[in-house]
């Protein structure tokens, strides 16, 4: 077997995984360019992969963590994905009760389809929210 340099791999697997299924991009799209740190409160079986996109641009900072203890956002982040879902798991709140607890507003709302088979889908509402600081 020839040697193949680690790059190549990379590379390989960028590729692989960048011509994935990438239906958070509408709300990384709402975004403005310079937002380099993301909150994101999804519920935990879901993913924040498509909002970390391009790969090495952005950090995405997991919300609600450690669970029970309701940590606010931390300071200097502007904006945040989240769910109802993922707000319930994590903060044990509703989205009106945690968006006054942590001083944030809806800027974009889209529909997802959570649905890993296609054959039964279901729908949920993912925010893209701001903080007011």
């Known amino acids: 077997m020839a040697h193949r340099p680690a790059w190549l791999s990379i590379a390989a697997k960028y590729n692989y995984w960048d011509s994935m299924r990438d239906d958070l ?4 799209h709402q975004l403005p360019p310079d937002v380099t740190r ?3 409160a999804g519920k ?5 992969y498509g909002l970390w996109k391009p790969l090495g641009r ?4 997991e919300l609600g963590l450690s669970l029970g203890a309701k940590p606010p956002p931390p300071a200097g982040l ?10 319930q798991e ?12 942590a001083r944030a507003e809806i800027v ?9 088979t296609g054959t039964h889908p279901a729908y949920e509402i993912w925010y893209l929210v701001r903080f007011r600081r």
């Open 58 to 61: 952005r950090v995405v900072v």
């Open 78 to 87: 502007e904006y945040a994905v989240v769910t109802v879902r993922g707000l």
């Open 38 to 40: 993301l909150g994101y």
């Open 90 to 101: 994590r903060y044990g709140m509703s989205l009106p009760a945690w968006l006054e607890f």
């Open 108 to 116: 974009f709302e889209m529909e997802r389809n959570t649905s890993l």
């Open 25 to 28: 991009a509408p709300l990384r």
């Open 44 to 48: 935990f079986l879901d993913t924040s």
